[in-house]
């Protein structure tokens, strides 16, 4: 046998000898090229080692640091490989470079220093080359995997050299590492596997003449190379499991260690198979390892665009639309939760979904409301306890059409269900159409729910114009019905009267023209355009105090001249009426109410004083001109003061109260006189 393992290195070592001048021959100066050569150094050393040890007998341990270097220079080329890297530059600034190095470097020293410390300490070294055998069986398979297509044929003969003689490696040591003690059958045999690897490396180096490999990173990939990981490090577990087994074990030891590693591979085989676990890892990788599928900004703003664009009246169509557009489908419902807990169907658009039944939704409600999650109704039925907790009738799903329901939340209650039914060889949602889902769902949600709100809003605009035209209505009638019951009040003394008779008719033509312009605005359902003419102050004045004494206390006035406005007549007649109304109304029978008007430098200034109740500063800041706020209860609109102030304010003038509780108010009216 040793004779067959000397022959074995040696021809390896001759193998790599030739390699090794073709490639001085080649020139090849490039990056890759230099550590291919390094490392077929390397395998030549060791190749003679091997063959000196076995021939002289030294410590394997000086063969075993030139394949700790080996390997390092393999797996440092199948890194520059698979980043591009063709520089010394790009070599030592590069993060994966870096972190193998620092990884190698302190494996190496823990390691080797436990094996040159610790007596009997080749089980640390053999530790260490079961750990870069499998790194670099893990870097091969992602080489090979992420290569683009037209490249793999040239990286074939390469993978499967080293994949060869690492595959055996990992074998060999990972046996050494359970009984603390090479194999020499596999080792002698050790030496063909690498002189039967380098044609096939020769091959590769052929066909990459610059050992630029342009590789993609696929997802697939990664988590096929994951889970190889995850297979290594697990035997490793079982080999340090198996060592302790055979260490303590005694005379049962080899059976013991032999029904352990059956049950081991039994699991890792089970867990490897199981669905949840393959899922859960390829998430995990995906979320932490990969840009996202979808740029989520680009996603945001487009529907934020379709929202403003869209043309449709229908918000709930405009919805269901952005999410008929972002998975490409056209059947679906838009179901809407009442507060009451029913479910009506807001928008149908091709799918057969009767609307008796949404009481159905009833467990699916309950299930997004505790975990908020998106339900596809083809995993549910696919794949066992995917959905914990919820009972779903898939019957009615699959008899309904619907594949997908995604929630709406408003206030952490559920609002509605987005329901899709989707193509038959459409797949499965991954995690990332369900992220997005969601968050495109909140936004629409939230969408839904303000113009929800915005129609209530206009709805209650058009209730509060209607009640605030019927109390400008109810305030027009209310002076004209005061002007007929001052007719009313005076015919029976005035009745024979002419001048009386005639001011009855000029009282009735006034209410009519006053009833004329109310229907006209309620016909129109618009302001009547105001008609200016010269009036008369004084005229008005009079007329104003003359329906007003028809009560107490009497109001008297003064006047310095005849004054003549340019002004609405009937407006400004009816805010002086309220005023000196409102003064009556706040004075006791014995007090009285007076009216000043003067013209001051183009200025008419009208008072109506009164010595009455008065009113607080905090009154006349906050609720004075405050529209229907009344103090008069079931008496009053509350729009008297608030329209004088509206009409005043119009025509360019002023308004200004001075009031002192319990001694009386002044209210001052600064019209310009034109």
């Known amino acids: 046998m040793e004779l067959i393992g000397v022959s074995g290195y040696v021809l390896a070592a001759l193998a790599y000898i030739v390699f090794i001048l073709l490639l001085l021959a080649a020139r090849n100066k490039t990056l890759s090229g230099r550590l291919v050569l390094l490392s077929s150094l390397f395998v030549l050393s060791s190749s003679v080692a091997g063959a000196l040890q076995i021939y002289q007998g030294f410590s394997l341990k000086y063969v075993l640091v030139f394949e700790t270097f080996k390997l390092a220079f393999w797996s440092l080329l199948i890194i520059c490989s698979q980043s591009n890297i063709n520089s010394l530059k790009d070599f030592f600034s590069q993060t994966k470079i870096t972190q193998y190095l620092t990884i190698w470097t302190i494996l190496s020293a823990v390691c080797w220093g436990a094996a040159l410390y610790f007596p009997e300490g080749g089980k640390y070294i053999f530790s260490l080359f079961l750990l870069l055998n499998l790194w670099l069986l893990v870097l091969l398979e992602q080489l090979y995997r992420n290569a683009v297509v037209k490249v793999k044929w040239a990286l074939l003969s390469l993978i499967i050299a080293l994949g060869m003689s690492t595959v055996f ?62 297979s290594g490090l697990y035997l490793l577990l079982l080999a340090l499991a198996g060592y302790v087994i055979n260490y303590f074990g005694g005379a049962w030891s080899d059976v013991v260690s032999i029904t352990f590693f059956i049950l081991g591979g039994t699991v890792l085989a089970a867990l490897l198979i199981t669905e949840r676990l393959r899922r859960e890892v390829k998430v995990f990788i995906t979320k932490h390892f990969f840009a996202n599928k979808y740029d989520y900004r680009v996603e945001w703003l487009k529907s934020n665009e379709q929202l403003e664009v869209e043309n449709s009246d229908n918000y709930y169509h405009k919805a269901m639309e952005i999410i008929f557009e972002l998975l490409d489908v056209r059947q679906g419902a838009l179901v809407i939760r009442s507060p009451l807990g029913k479910y009506h169907c807001a928008f149908q658009q091709d799918l057969p979904l009767d609307k ?145 008779v005639d001011d009855v008719f000029d009282t009735i033509e006034s209410a009519t023209i006053r009833l004329e312009k109310v229907l006209t605005q309620l016909r129109n359902k618009q302001v009547a355009e105001s008609t200016l003419t010269k009036v008369n102050v004084n005229s008005v004045i009079d007329k104003v105090v003359q329906q007003r004494n028809v009560d107490f206390p009497k109001v008297s006035t003064e006047v310095s001249g005849e004054i003549e406005i340019v002004i ?107």
């Not at 706040?586 to 013209?599: H, P, Q, R, S, Y």
């Not at 430098?601 to 500063?617: P, T, W």
């Open 169 to 230: 490696d990992f074998v060999l040591f990972a046996q050494a590492a359970m009984i603390n003690q090479i194999d020499f059958n596999y080792w002698y045999a050790r030496g063909f596997v690498v002189a039967v690897g380098m044609p096939l490396i020769l091959v590769s180096t052929k066909r990459i003449k610059d050992w630029s490999v342009n590789v993609f990173v696929s997802r697939d990939v990664v988590f096929y190379s994951s889970m190889l990981l995850i």
């Open 356 to 500: 008796q039944r949404l009481h159905h939704l009833v467990t699916v409600d309950d299930f997004c409301s505790k975990h908020g999650w998106i339900v596809d109704t083809r995993e549910y039925a696919t794949i066992e306890n995917s959905y914990p907790d919820l009972e779903l009738n898939i019957d009615y799903c699959r008899d309904q059409g619907i594949d997908i329901i995604i929630p709406m939340f408003k206030n952490k209650d559920i609002y509605g269900f987005f329901l899709l039914k989707l193509p038959s060889d459409r797949s499965l949602l991954n995690w990332e159409d369900r992220d997005l889902l969601f968050a495109l769902s909140k936004q629409l949600s939230n969408y839904l729910s303000l113009n929800e709100a915005n129609e209530s809003i206009a709805e209650s605009k058009q209730f509060e114009a209607f009640h605030r035209m019927s109390a400008f209505l109810v305030h027009d009638l209310k002076n004209v019905q005061a002007q007929l019951s001052l007719i009313n009040s005076n015919a029976q003394r005035h009745r024979n009267n002419p001048e009386f």
């Open 568 to 674: 609405e007549q009937e407006t400004f007649y009816s805010v002086l009426n309220h005023l000196v109304q409102n003064a009556q109304e706040a004075t006791k029978n014995d007090g009285w109410v007076k009216i000043k008007i003067e013209l001051l430098e183009d200025v008419l200034h009208i008072a109506i004083i009164d010595n009455g109740r008065g009113m607080s500063e905090h009154f006349i800041k906050n609720r004075l001109f405050k529209a229907f706020d009344t103090t008069k209860e079931n008496a009053g609109m509350g729009i008297g003061v608030y329209e004088a102030k509206q009409f005043i304010e119009s025509i360019g003038g002023t308004i200004q109260v001075t009031s002192f509780e319990n001694e009386g108010s002044i209210f001052h009216l600064n019209i310009p006189h034109r």
